[in-house]
Every structure is written in structure tokens, then in C-alpha cells.
């Protein structure tokens, strides 16, 4: 049935693969960096210091080097169609750089660690792991690609998240995460087979093709799709994918919680993206299909629902971690609108609020871990008075909490302006879709704001008088991220323009 | 023997979604964690029989090295799945997923 490839076919198969290696250079030089890091560990012995940390920061400022290089390249396909290298792709790699360093800066400020672990050991190499399945999830061209670097990221995550191995919490979310994360890629590929049958194909690319020239049996696609988006629902936390989310940002650690919010949120979204605009079919007469149901259609139900669960469910919350687990949640709805417009000016609305979701995320995360590394506390109760302890923190955190609202002058309002405006080209189709985001985001000022009205307005119970003071370094983090929200808010050019460079994608039909 | 029907592409089809459907029971009905591994492991054994049966039947090999492919990734996942559980039971004395829930809202 299968013939075995002649000599002169082994050749030019080795030839192309060698022709594909130098556009895979950040990959390569990542996992050389995870593997150095593993012997760096072995050779500090466990030791508590900087080394290990530092290596990573150096490390991954390196690659950006590399990611630099690639954008002069021309876009086009890699090992045999498993891989593409575009524009959109490089967006994503500086995005997952970028936050694996933010998320190694604040991990290094969280004073947790040093009581819960004995060695940092493998944390770093597993946070450089994710990197790496992150950015080959952003430029997976092929299902199994997708499967691949998915459950790399998965499986780092899960390791990751139950770091804390003696704290019951730390280990309870992992096993909820694991659990969760396998039954949803195991219907992820369930769903990819049955793609599988519909085309003879995996390369997302030829999927399209091979739909729109035999047709296909509309009923099978939809539920294909649907288990798809089981797996995918899941990597951005969107309901009724979402029940792991409040259990494991508040068990995991927090650095890594900040981290899976944003860097693996983000990954899943680049997929959905490649996924569903180059292979699922949309538009045209075929797909105006018998059950009058379609990927966009069940999109606008998982978006609708995420912003309307997560922020009424946040109103009651009470632990700081669990809060932003929900906003989180609500901002995976936000991010689907961006999609849902399925154009240039969607995507790179979805690129934006990313980037500003990345800024003021990582930015109340870092405040909330300085904050416990004083109070040891994350519940909501023990902010109370903190803004006249820690001035800068209280400031810091108010200006993360406004964006994330989406008031002017932040960052965080410049995304949603885009992703609102991008579902107002579409004419009044999108209207209520709008109008549901714009009202949810009122509710959220409601409980966002409880955090500010704690530190500012409510006197702290105990009046002992402890030194509150982060620390000189964090302090300049902190007013780093607070400076870059604000700045970002009122100079959003370049990167709106580095957004719309990002929302090019390759195979792409308009 | 002659007025059975020959094994077709339907037959394998019908038994990967049977084993979908008792590993999504497994995973929602049972309370030890183990078994619950056990409901996900159905789960990616029901889509590898569906790439080797679709495989078999459209004639390419894309199928057959995505399933060899999931039961690698199976094969890591159990790994640090037990590693987990093994954890669990460590600090929980039990491996009773109702009875680990220990955050509520």
C-alpha cells in the first residue's frame, strides 16, 4: 500500500529539511537555552541564587535577536507545510518572549518561593519550555503541529502550576488543570480526526482547499468544529471551557498564574486564529448550510457567555487571584469579539488588546505578589489601608485595575476602542455584540474597584506600624509597568502599528 | 460465513465513538482520580482509531503517524499525570476527586 520513497527522493526530502532549518533559529537556540538551563541547575546543586534567573533573562533577550533577523525573511511554509513562518507568527514570538522575561522578572520578586521550595530547579527550564510550545503554537500550520506544541504547553503548564509540591492548593490545582486540560485536547483530536476524514488532509492550508472543492457533510463539520473548540475553549479559558480557571490561578503559584493568564491565553487565541481563518470554511454559499449554524455562531455564544459569566460571577469574589481568575475569563469574551469580526481590522484589534492585556495584567499580578510578600494575604479584607502603606503599589495597582476596566487615559481602553470599533465597521450586524461588551465593562468597574475602595477608603485593623516598602528594584518595575500603561494609553501608534504589521497571516483568503 | 457483512470503514467509526462515549462517562461519573486518567486515555485511543481508520480508507499515511504521534503524547501525559496523583495522595491521603476541593467561591 505504501512504497518506500528511492534514493534520490531521500535526498531532496533531506535537502528541504535543511533549507527549513534556518528559518526555525529562535526554536533551535530556545531549546538549546532549556537544555543549558537544566545543566546550569545541575551544576549550582540546587543552590538559592541569581544564577539560574539571570541565565533565563539573558537567554530569552537573546532570542529577540534571532526573532529580529526572521522578520526580514520572506513568509512561506517550513518542513513539508508542519510549520509556516509569517508575519503573524513574529507578532506572536516577541509577544511570548517578552512575557516569558516579565514572567521570570516577577517570579523573581515573589518571596513565596523561598518558603514553599527547596531549589528553583527545573522552574525556569519549564518556563523557557512554554515559550517554546507557545511560539510553535502561533506558527503550527498543521493539526498535528497544533497537537504537538499544545500539549507542550500543557504539560509544562501542568508541572508548573503544582510547583508548590507540599501546598495542598498548589497540588489541587494542578490536578485539576491536568485533568481539565486532558479531557479537552483529547477532544480536540477527536474532533481533528474526524477533520481528517472529512479531507484526507492535516495541513490546515489543504483542509480549505479540499473543502471548498469536494464539498463536505455540514453536520460532521460543525461537531468537528465544536470538539475543536473544546480544546481551544480551553487553552483561553472561555465558557463553558472555563472551570479550571478560578481553581488554578488561585491555587498556582502566583507568578505562574500571571503567567498562564496571559502568555497561554494569548497562544490560544493565536491558534484559533490561524485555525478557524485558514482552514474552517466562512462565507460564500456553502456554508449558509442546512442547520443554519456556523464556527462564527457558536463563537458569539462562547464570547457572549464569557463576559457575562465572568464579570457577574467576579462580583462576589473575595481572594484577589480568584477575581482576576474571573476577569480573566470575562477578557477571553472581550478578545473572541476581536475575531468574530473575521477581517484584517478584527485581527490586528485582537493583536492590541493582547498587548495591552499582556501590560496591565502582568502589572496587577506583580502588585498583588509585592503586596502578599507583606500581608502574606491575597484576600480582598487585607488591602484595607495598604494605599497609605505602600503608596506606589496602591497607585500602581489603581492605574492596572482602570485599564483593565478599559477607562481613558490606559492602554486598556485603546484595546477596546479597537475591538469595539473593528465589530462597529460591520455595520448595526454587531451592534448588540457591542453593546453586551460595553455593559459587562460597566459591571466590572463595579468589583474592580472594590480593590482601590480597601486600600484607600477602609481603615487597616491593626495599627502596627511594619515596614511596607517593596523594595528598590520592584519599585522601579512598578512604575516602569504603571508608566508604560499610561503611555501606551495616550501614544498608541506604533503599537497599533505593530498590531496591524502582525495580523498578516499566511494562506490567508480574503 | 458468507452473509456477514464485511468489516467497513462504519464499523470502526461506531467503535471509536462508543469508546468517546465511555471515556467522557469515565471522566464525569467516577470519583478516583486514576479512573478518571483512565476515561481521558479512551478518549485519545477512540480518535487514534479514527486516523488509522480514515487512513486505511482515503489511502494516506497523514493518519497513521498522527496516531502514533497521540500515543507518544499519551504516553507523557499518564507520566506526569501520575506524578500528580502520586503527589496528591502524598498531602491528601486519597485519591478521591470530590473530596480534594479544598477552594470554593
Known amino acids: ?510 | 460465513m458468507e452473509h456477514l457483512v464485511p468489516i467497513g470503514l462504519n464499523h470502526y467509526l461506531t467503535i471509536s465513538a462508543f469508546l468517546l462515549g465511555f471515556g467522557l462517562f469515565a471522566v464525569m461519573t467516577r470519583k478516583n482520580a486514576i479512573v478518571v486518567l483512565m476515561g481521558v486515555e479512551l478518549i485519545l485511543n477512540a480518535a487514534n482509531i479514527n486516523f488509522i481508520a480514515f487512513s486505511k480508507y482515503n489511502g494516506g499515511m497523514g493518519g497513521i503517524m498522527f496516531s502514533l504521534f497521540v500515543i507518544v503524547i499519551a504516553a507523557a501525559e499518564a507520566a506526569i499525570a501520575l506524578a500528580i496523583v502520586i503527589n496528591i495522595f502524598k498531602i491528601f491521603k486519597s485519591v478521591d476527586v470530590s473530596s480534594i476541593d479544598s477552594m470554593k467561591e
Open chain 1, 1 to 510: 500500500m505504501f512504497e518506500l520513497p528511492s534514493g534520490a527522493e531521500i535526498q531532496s526530502i533531506i535537502a528541504s529539511l535543511k533549507l527549513s532549518v534556518e528559518f526555525f533559529i529562535p526554536e533551535i537556540y530556545l531549546s538549546l537555552l532549556f537544555m543549558l538551563l537544566i545543566v546550569v541547575d545541575l551544576v549550582a546543586k540546587g543552590k538559592k541564587n541569581n544564577l539560574l534567573s539571570i541565565t533565563t533573562l539573558l537567554g530569552l533577550a537573546g532570542t529577540m535577536y534571532f526573532i529580529f533577523r526572521q522578520q526580514s525573511m520572506p513568509a512561506g511554509e517550513l518542513f513539508f507545510g508542519m510549520y509556516v513562518l509569517d508575519e503573524f507568527a513574529i507578532f506572536f514570538k516577541y509577544f511570548f518572549v517578552l512575557s516569558g522575561i516579565l514572567a521570570v522578572i516577577i517570579t523573581m520578586a515573589d518571596e513565596q518561593f523561598e518558603s514553599e521550595v527547596k531549589s528553583m530547579g527545573e522552574y525556569y527550564a519549564l518556563v523557557v519550555a512554554m515559550v517554546i510550545g507557545m511560539i510553535m503554537m502561533a506558527s503550527s500550520a498543521d493539526m498535528m503541529m497544533i497537537f504537538l506544541s499544545m500539549e507542550l504547553v500543557s504539560f509544562s503548564a501542568f508541572i508548573l502550576t503544582g510547583y508548590f509540591k507540599r501546598n495542598p492548593r498548589s497540588s489541587e490545582a494542578a490536578l485539576k488543570y491536568l485533568v481539565y486540560g486532558g479531557v479537552s485536547s483529547g477532544l480536540m483530536v477527536y474532533g481533528f480526526s474526524l477533520i481528517y476524514g472529512l479531507t484526507a488532509e492535516t495541513n490546515l492550508i489543504n483542509i480549505s482547499s479540499a473543502l471548498s472543492q469536494h464539498g463536505y457533510d455540514p453536520v460532521v463539520l460543525i461537531l468537528a468544529t465544536l470538539l475543536v473548540l473544546a480544546g481551544f475553549g480551553y487553552k483561553i479559558g472561555a465558557v463553558p471551557f472555563h472551570f479550571w480557571a478560578p481553581d488554578v490561578y488561585e491555587g498556582a503559584p502566583t507568578p505562574v498564574t500571571a503567567y498562564l493568564s496571559v502568555a497561554s491565553k494569548a497562544a490560544g487565541f493565536a491558534l484559533l486564529m490561524r485555525f478557524f481563518y485558514i482552514a474552517v470554511p466562512h462565507g460564500g454559499p456553502v456554508y449558509e448550510d442546512i442547520i443554519g449554524i456556523n464556527w462564527v455562531s457558536l463563537l458569539i455564544i462562547i464570547s457572549v457567555a464569557s463576559m457575562i459569566y465572568g464579570n457577574v460571577v467576579a462580583l462576589w469574589q473575595k481572594n484577589v487571584k480568584r477575581l482576576l481568575a474571573y476577569s480573566s475569563i470575562a477578557h477571553a469574551g472581550y478578545l473572541l469579539l476581536g475575531i468574530i469580526v473575521m477581517d484584517a481590522f478584527g485581527t490586528q484589534a485582537t493583536l492590541l488588546y493582547l498587548l495591552s492585556y499582556f501590560l496591565m495584567n502582568f502589572g496587577a499580578f506583580y502588585v498583588v505578589i509585592l503586596i502578599a510578600n507583606k500581608t502574606g494575604s491575597e484576600n480582598l479584607e487585607d488591602y484595607r489601608g495598604l494605599g497609605k502603606k505602600m503608596p506606589l503599589a496602591g497607585a500602581a495597582l489603581t492605574v492596572f485595575l482602570i485599564s483593565l476596566v478599559g477607562l481613558p487615559p490606559t492602554f486598556g481602553f485603546i484595546g477596546k476602542l479597537m475591538i469595539f470599533s473593528a465589530l462597529l465597521t460591520k455595520g448595526s450586524l454587531y451592534l448588540w455584540l457591542a453593546l453586551i461588551g460595553i455593559m459587562t465593562s460597566v459591571i466590572s468597574l463595579y468589583y474592580y474597584m472594590l480593590i482601590p475602595l480597601n486600600m484607600y477608603l477602609r481603615e487597616s485593623p491593626s495599627s502596627e506600624q511594619k515596614n511596607m516598602n517593596p523594595g528598590l528594584l520592584p519599585n522601579i518595575i512598578m512604575a516602569a509597568l504603571m508608566f508604560l500603561t499610561i503611555y501606551f494609553g495616550l501614544f498608541f501608534q506604533p503599537l497599533a502599528d505593530f498590531a496591524k504589521y502582525g495580523s498578516t497571516l499566511f494562506g490567508l483568503k480574503h
